[in-house]
């Protein structure tokens, strides 16, 4: 995903979009396939490496459709409705292979199947207005650090989320036994943090657009804080299980209004830049997520956990202090 990041921006410039979405859901399709008919690790890399890709372009095109082609007066709803499918089916993944077995092919064959629905969706109703706007803009570049420094709060939010996303699925069980919590239930913990996730983006959208953009991304940045910092202060009560939800749908908050405002400020190529720089920026912060909070927490014992997530959190509030450079 993160080299299909790199390389969309000039992917998107060479071909139309609906052919280039086309393809890349054929080639999930069949690298899904593929990779269940394989068991060993090292003929696996090609598959995977293959599927990684494709749903690197799915998403920064399918997130570029939506962006670019939503009105403004809904568009924190319908991105919340985006973002809240997205973690729904992330959730449903895992469901799915615990109830079939990890051996069953029934999820690469659902897979693969929606795969070919989505192509056929594509071919009945092609996005016109996706290929003409990239089109008209083919020609031109846009440098990776004028864009970057002209929403620097916008990447911090997408790095801000996917470390506590990677942050929260690796380290998380780590944290809750050593405050004493049953393995069990910080596992579904876990379920619950993303369920917030999943359930509060909509509602979150909505009361972005019936107010102010930004003024709601800076909130959801400062109640996401101030539910880590009382993460240790509810352990063994039912106090936990709402802050968990309150943490999941407020962190998931931050990534959704960065699409919301990247989409009301970029357009054409430039958003499909936008969000291939997004993309790389949460395979950034996904590597760095586990490492540092791993390192936090051997320095700071189980408190590193909230600590370096804390910090994140106010980088991202503070980042809307940096001066945006026009592009």
């Known amino acids: 995903m993160l080299i299909s990041s ?26 899904t396939l593929f990779s269940t008919y394989l068991n060993q690790v090292y003929y696996l ?47 449903l993944g895992p469901l799915l292979i615990s109830i079939v077995g990890i051996i069953s092919l029934i999820p690469a064959t659902l897979l693969s199947l929606f795969s070919l629905v989505c192509i056929v969706l594509i071919l009945i109703n092609p996005s016109a207005s996706l290929s003409q706007r990239a089109e008209t803009n083919q020609e031109v570049r846009y440098p990776a650090l004028p864009l970057i420094m002209s929403a620097p709060c916008l990447m911090m939010g997408v790095f801000c989320f996917s470390f506590f ?11 809750g036994l050593s405050l004493g919590i049953h393995e069990k239930i910080t596992i579904t913990l876990i379920t619950v943090i ?25 909130i959801c ?13 509810t352990v063994n009560s039912l106090f936990l299980w709402v802050d968990v939800i309150i943490m999941g ?3 998931g908050g931050i990534y959704t209004l960065s699409l919301v405002r990247a989409g009301k400020k970029y357009s054409g190529q430039t958003l499909i830049t936008i969000n291939s720089l997004f993309g790389i920026i949460w395979s950034i912060g996904s590597l760095m997520g586990p490492l540092m909070t791993g390192i936090s ?17 106010l980088m ?11 592009v």
């Open 6 to 31: 790199m390389i969309i921006p000039t992917l998107t410039r060479l071909f139309n979009l609906n052919n280039l979405l086309s393809f890349s859901l054929l080639l999930l399709a069949v690298s």
């Open 45 to 91: 890399a090609i598959p995977r490496f293959l599927m990684g890709f494709a749903c690197g372009v799915i998403v920064v095109v399918g997130e570029s459709w939506i962006s670019d082609n939503v009105s403004d007066n809904y568009k924190g709803t319908l991105m919340g409705l985006y973002t809240s499918v997205f973690t729904g089916c992330q959730l």
């Open 165 to 175: 996303d990677a942050a929260t699925l690796s380290m998380f069980p780590l944290y």
């Open 194 to 218: 993303f369920l917030g996730d999943a359930i509060f983006q909509v509602p979150i959208g909505w009361l972005a657009d019936k107010t102010n953009h930004q003024r709601m991304h800076i």
């Open 221 to 233: 940045g400062v109640v996401f804080i101030f539910s880590l910092l009382a993460l240790p202060l």
């Open 249 to 251: 749908a407020f962190g």
């Open 297 to 313: 927490m051997d320095i700071f014992n189980e408190k590193g956990f909230i600590i370096v997530l804390v910090l994140v959190g």
């Open 316 to 326: 991202f509030i503070f980042s809307h202090l940096i001066p945006k450079k026009p």
